[in-house]
């Protein structure tokens, strides 16, 4: 979609990411998703007269790994507040959330636009909450069923500045920031499950206009369609309305997936209405220096910063060191296998080749792919030895991938397919196929290169493959004087 011209967009995003932690963020109760409904809400998460919270650290500890992972400010001092309101899946009638004082203030990742340009998102902040429980309006046709499991399971909310000019940024930043909570094993990135969430902040105003205009807020997308849909549409709602000298409200919609339109659900409610205050059963959160250096200790390198380390320090192109380093175990693998066989560009080639598209084929991850970064390294020495050919090299792979083949060298040494790289096995072949194809052989002595193709195609099939294709080519040429 194209935004018309005189017009400009801006669209910030909240997005809830579920943490993967086993218990949840005030109680020891389980976070395992999809059990018989209120089987695990404790009565801390129901918030029963006189229990009292408890912060769980790991919550705290993936917080501070996306901050980390997003060059933010990690406030050495945070504090809970208490939000205000009243709805049937939150018993509590409030929700445990961090106001004033966040765990993460500030950072950024940079997002690549669909020409290849790149831009920074600015996050504004992040904090952790409590999740709330779920209605279920399909249970029976005249009731509303609540089911408490979710209540109190650890969120980031994470928060971006209103830097995004289009749908198309909006989805960019959106994966950026699954991917980084999944690659730091912050959030499982589970979709369907709800573990990713999307409250979008979308506004437009003429092209010369400084101030943002009013912004509309559509709550909880859980897709990264639905989040383009729904943009789309309040884009468009937006300037037809300012177009034919209307005027917007400050609201909350939803999106109706199936009808591709937003709709009021409240006009929007402010600070005020929530009535924060300093959450009056915990105490502020602070940590000291050693806790985040030992988070920092278990980074792992961004992969980022991991597919510029592909490309300078082992000389890959940069499309396959972004494809390679996008994926933490891929890259594992392919480094493994660059450092075992010594010869990364190759290993590239076969890992974005051969054994992605077996992956894909067969639906695994790389972390089942059948042959070991050991057993490749060996292959791959194979070829680089010249001891098989590119195309025997694939045979042997499939053997490796099929479980055929204990290892390479002796599925190799077992079916004969050295390639033949001795020059006295070759010559006479060369010498006879000249013998009987004398028209060619002048035609290609008289500059007829394509012709080359046709006698090593004859030695390849005569050798069933096991020739050095570049062997058969010197030999033709010093024979033919080339
Ligand atoms: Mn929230």
Known sequence: MNIPTGWQVDIGLEIHAQLSTEAKIFSGASTTFGNAPNSQACAIDLGMPGVL??????????????????????????????????????PKGYQITQMDLPIVVGGHVTISNEDGTQKVIHITRAHLEEDAGKSIHDFKPTQTGV????????????????????????????????????????????????????????SVRRVDAEALGVRSEIKNLNSFR?????????????????????????????????????????????????RYFPEPDLLPVKIDESFIDRIKASMPELSGTRASRFETSLGLPTADAQLLAGDRSLGDYFEQLATLSGQPRLAANWVKGDILSRL????????????SPEAMAELLGLTVENVVSGKTAKAVFAALWEGDAISASTYVKEHGLEQVSDTSAIEPLVTELLREHPKQA????????????????????????????????EILRAKLGL
């Open 147 to 202: 089911d408490l499991n979710r209540a109190g399971t650890p969120l980031l909310e994470i928060v971006s500045e209103p830097d995004l000019k289009n749908a198309s940024e909006a989805v960019a930043y959106a994966k950026a920031i699954h991917h980084l909570l999944t690659y730091l094993d912050v959030c499982d990135g589970n979709m369907a499950e709800g573990s990713l969430r999307f409250d979008a902040n979308i």
């Open 442 to 473: 002048d035609d290609l002595k008289a500059g007829k290169s394509k012709l080359m193709g046709f006698f090593v195609g004859k030695v390849m099939q005569a050798t069933s493959g096991t020739a050095n294709p570049q062997q058969v080519n």
């Open 360 to 371: 894909r084929e067969q639906d695994l991850n790389i972390s089942e792919c059948p042959v």
């Open 53 to 90: 919270p408890k912060v769980n650290a790991a919550a705290y500890e993936k917080a501070v790994r996306f901050g980390l992972g997003v060059s933010g400010t990690i406030n050495r001092e945070s504090r809970f507040d208490r939000k205000n309101y009243f709805y049937p899946d939150l």
């Open 226 to 274: 639905f989040l383009e849909q729904a943009i789309h549409y309040e884009i468009e709602r937006q300037i037809d309305t300012l177009s034919a000298g209307g005027v917007l409200a400050q609201d909350t919609r939803l999106f109706d997936p199936e009808k591709l339109e937003t709709r009021a659900m409240r006009s929007k409610e402010t600070a005020t209405d929530y």
